[in-house]
């Protein structure tokens, strides 16, 4: 099985992946949060911070472009190769207003003739793997048949299904059954998403899809760091892994962000999820989402790892 990190706008930066790589080493390959080509030509700072290669040293990084016009998505890969990607990920999934009322992400999969195009002007266009990662719909699961006639024209390296229509955000139940039928008629190589949280949860999947040799975690590693090592050997992280962890994000932002306040609202952002593996951890929680300055943060956070026990030391 091959495991996937997810890609999280504002989670899974540079920063955050070699402080995962350093200390949690079962990650096939992390992808960077969408990049948004315009028609400037020019990547942001920030974008470009994150996807360029010594910022990326030792890991396997597969940059994600959100765009529905196929110049600019040419440009982008075009660009990502020079700097040495030799895959790109098209991002057809992010259910966002403001994304998907520019057609874009899971707006793009509302209109399928101009995605159709769209693939066919990129695959001619590039000499570059290009996978998928794509919802069922925008509305309706049932949209998804004539999407995966579309996808099945196309060489994709992969189609990374994250089985949920739009308008589920993250809520709801991935649906299954429509991945089981992804399976039967996908021509591609496919890789599953979707609420791989817990061991439970993965064996129940593995089970019950035993071909699928990838899948892609998300929330779940930001919870646990550990999961695919949990999920691979049954290796949970102690809190002095966690905590070394911790450590290395937080230093890492106080480096390229400038203001406590900047560095504490990456953290507070963390902890939503992280704090989800420790018992009874709404009093400290609340003690991190208060701190107003890296001191009192710190503080938090010490006394959290002092006197928190981890869930799956109890259970
Ligand atoms: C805060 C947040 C940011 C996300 N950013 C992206 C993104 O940049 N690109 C993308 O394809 N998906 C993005 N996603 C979706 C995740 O990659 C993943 O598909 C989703 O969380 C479901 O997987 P999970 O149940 O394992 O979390 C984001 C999700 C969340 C919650």
């Known amino acids: 099985m091959k495991y996937y990190f997810a890609p999280m706008e504002g989670i899974t930066g540079y920063i955050y992946r070699n402080a995962h790589r350093k200390y949690f080493k079962d990650i096939d390959v992390y992808f960077t949060p969408f990049i948004v080509p315009t028609q400037h030509r020019v990547f942001s700072s920030r ?7 010594e910022h990326n040293q030792g890991l396997e990084v597969i940059p994600q472009i959100l765009t529905n016009k196929w110049e600019d998505f040419v440009w982008a890969a075009g660009e990502l190769k020079q700097y040495g990607y030799q895959e790109v990920n098209l991002n057809l999934g992010c259910p966002s207003a403001t994304v998907v009322s520019k057609g874009k992400g899971s707006g793009f999969i509302g209109e399928p003739d101009k995605l159709d195009h769209f693939l066919e002007e990129i695959f001619a266009a590039l000499d570059i793997k290009i996978s998928i990662k794509t919802r069922i719909g925008k509305d309706h699961p049932d949209e998804f048949s004539h999407l995966m ?3 099945n024209k196309y060489p994709l390296s992969e189609l990374i299904i994250h089985p949920r229509v739009q308008k589920d955000f993250y809520r709801n139940e991935p649906n299954l059954l429509v991945f089981k039928e992804a399976l039967i008629s996908s021509k591609n190589p496919l890789c599953y998403n979707g609420n791989l949280s817990v061991t439970r949860e993965y064996e129940t999947f593995i089970r019950d899809f035993p071909s699928i040799d990838r899948v892609m975690m998300g929330r779940g590693l930001i919870v646990n760091p550990g999961l695919a090592g949990d999920f691979k050997r049954g290796d949970k992280p102690d809190k002095k892994r966690l905590k070394a962890f911790h450590d290395e994000v937080l230093s890492g932002y106080v480096e390229i962000i400038s203001g406590d306040r900047n ?3 990456k953290m507070k952002e963390l902890w939503a999820y992280m704090i989800q593996i420790f018992l009874e951890g709404d ?29 799956w030391n109890i259970l």
């Open 47 to 53: 974008e470009k911070n994150d996807f360029l290669p």
């Open 149 to 151: 006639e579309i996808f």
């Open 283 to 311: 009093k400290h929680a609340k003690k991190i989402r208060k701190s107003q300055n890296l001191l009192d943060y710190k503080n938090a956070v010490e006394s959290l790892f002092e006197e928190l026990e981890l869930k």
């Open 263 to 265: 560095v504490l609202f």
